[in-house]
């Protein structure tokens, strides 16, 4: 009688006693152990469709250009469109940003910009060359694509103004596609990419898909210069 009243009790405690131990938390590490990391969470991930490609005209006004325009330059700001444009940054994502351009050339750009953004070409970044104080080098060395900024041009010979004077020269990623001239690289970090040949992100190269947009609305690329201005594209040719 007695042996079968100790598996009755052992029969009641066993069960409670296997539940007690799977409900208990794990036990601490040992002094001087460390515990084990848990593996992370899968990443997600997004499986919809990118955003679709988005553009906007506005007038300009005086402040819009208060730090790269004056009274004596060649256009004034009634003649000038700000640009707010999608495009693929060097990161893979979509961001928008803003340009200043002549409003004949408006349509044209909106139409660059729109191949650019389906082919997912990367830019570093756009923002008006005024968040420079109208400073090209300033720009040029923060990798901005800019359009107007009234400014002479810079060459050898007489001075002249620059097609971005009037609104109708871009510079596209000038660290990747600098301006070689008189033995000088603009900006300086662009000596990096002064060999062509190179494979690298952001390149305006011949038949690649930067020139080929700019030439399909007709534009001219300062790669073909005599003094290669690879970030330069104008539709007036200079």
């Not at 901005?144 to 010979?157: L, Y």
Request: aromatic share 8%; proline share 12%; with cysteine.
């Amino acid at each position: 009688m007695r042996r079968n009243r100790h598996k009755l009790i052992l029969g009641v405690l066993l069960p409670a006693l296997v539940t007690a131990a799977c409900a208990a938390p794990p036990a601490s590490p040992a002094p001087g152990v460390t515990a084990p990391t848990p593996p992370p969470a899968p990443a997600a991930t997004s499986t919809g469709p990118p955003p679709e490609f988005v553009a906007s005209v506005a007038p300009v006004t005086g402040a819009d250009v208060a730090q790269s325009w004056r009274p004596g330059c060649p256009v004034g700001p009634n003649q000038l469109d700000l640009l707010t444009l999608s495009y693929w940054g060097f990161d893979a994502q979509p961001h928008t940003g803003t340009i200043v351009v002549n409003r004949t050339v408006a349509k044209d750009v909106v139409t660059v910009f729109r191949s650019l953004y389906d082919q997912r070409f990367p830019i570093r970044r756009m923002t008006p060359v005024d968040a420079y104080g109208g400073d090209d080098d300033r720009s040029m060395a923060d990798d901005n694509t800019s359009g107007f900024n009234c400014r002479a041009a810079v060459a050898t010979g007489p001075t002249k103004w620059s097609a971005h004077a009037y609104g109708q020269a871009i510079d596209i990623n000038p660290v990747e596609n600098p301006y070689l001239v008189d033995g000088a690289v603009l900006p300086p970090a662009g000596a990096a990419y002064a060999d062509r040949d190179r494979d690298h992100p952001g390149l305006a190269v011949p038949d690649g898909p930067l020139v080929r947009a700019f030439a399909a609305v007709g534009w001219s690329w300062g790669g073909d210069f005599r003094a290669p201005d690879y970030q330069h594209f104008s539709s007036t040719g200079g």
